[in-house]
């Protein structure tokens, strides 16, 4: 049981961290149009996003290198998981956008 909840638990800990970093990027991107200053909403998302990357990753791996890996590939997951998820939350509102521009 603790062997499974050593490779588990990190790997949760790298998808949370993956959806938190990968989806935090996506959504800073959407908002550069609407900013006034989207050099510093860059910086700032990309040092917050850093920040609670490397607090879990290290968190997580103190000790143990497997846990780290482990979280890794969770991280990993994510990253594929939020690409895919985005890719379709963007073709449904290109696609809502080019109806709405035909109706017109």
Known sequence: MNEISNIVL????????????????????????????????IMSSFVFRIGIVLVGFYSIGIGDWKKLVVCLVGFIVARFTVIHYTKSMDGKALQIKKEAVHEA
């Open 10 to 41: 990190p790997f949760i800990v790298g998808l949370l961290l993956g959806i938190t970093f990968y989806g935090g990027l996506w959504y800073t991107v959407n908002k550069l149009t609407a900013s006034k200053m989207p050099a510093l909403l």
